[in-house]
T-cell receptor, first 112, second 109 residues
């Protein structure tokens, strides 16, 4: 059972580039979410989804887009990367509640 | 914005000592979770508390949710080097989650 899988694990971008961070879960969980974690800080919620076709904004949504076409996948898109988006990004899932239960191992993103 | 304050921010102790970390807020949460995170990995859920005054035990770890559901504590008895990590609390209400900034625990052998 793979749980929550995030790809890539590391990425370096130039300012202005776009990219998609992938997140997949094989537990048939309805709730999925994206967080960013900056040094010395906790996790901040970017976007979340309560099921296929339903997404909503979290605490820090600006500069990011999400979609949820299937239960399994919840990609996060950076539209035009900025140095302020340098961070570690975590995807999480839960079976029924808004409380994240399973996290992926993160994508470490650097924007130059 | 709901804030969760964790204290202490850093804690370094010897193997065998006891410790308590705290998670405080001025907001009421419907539930609260504690996670442990190791370097290079995602957080791992330790416990969820939902009832004011609730106490849960997980081996040497004891978790308590405050009566007013605004605060929580994590107590570790006889800490071991394997307990080293970043401990995060997260409060949840109205479909949103708020994480504290974490307590970095180092247990020296």
């Amino acid at each position: 059972n793979a749980g929550v899988t995030q790809t890539p694990k590391f990425q370096v971008l130039k300012t202005g580039q776009s990219m998609t961070l992938q997140c997949a879960q094989d537990m048939n969980h309805e709730y999925m979410s994206w967080y960013r974690q900056d040094p010395g800080m906790g996790l901040r919620l970017i976007h979340y989804s309560v099921g296929a076709g339903i997404t909503d904004q979290g605490e820090v949504p600006n500069g990011y887009n999400v979609s949820r076409s299937t239960t399994e996948d919840f990609p996060l898109r950076l539209l035009s990367a900025a140095p302020s988006q340098t961070s570690v990004y975590f995807c999480a899932s839960s079976p029924v509640t808004y409380q994240p239960q399973h996290f992926g191992d993160g994508t470490r993103l650097s924007i130059l | 914005t709901q804030l969760l304050e964790q204290s202490p921010q850093f804690l370094s102790i010897q193997e065998g000592e006891n410790l308590t970390v705290y998670c405080n807020s001025s907001s009421v949460f419907s539930s609260l979770q504690w996670y442990r995170q190791e370097p290079g990995e995602g957080p791992v859920l330790l416990v969820t508390v939902v009832t004011g005054g609730e106490v849960k035990k997980l081996k040497r770890l004891t978790f308590q949710f405050g009566d007013a559901r605004k605060d929580s504590s994590l107590h570790i008895t006889a800490a071991q080097p394997g307990d080293t990590g970043l401990y995060l609390c997260a409060g949840h209400t109205a479909g949103k989650s708020t994480f504290g900034d974490g307590t970095t625990l180092t247990v020296k052998p």
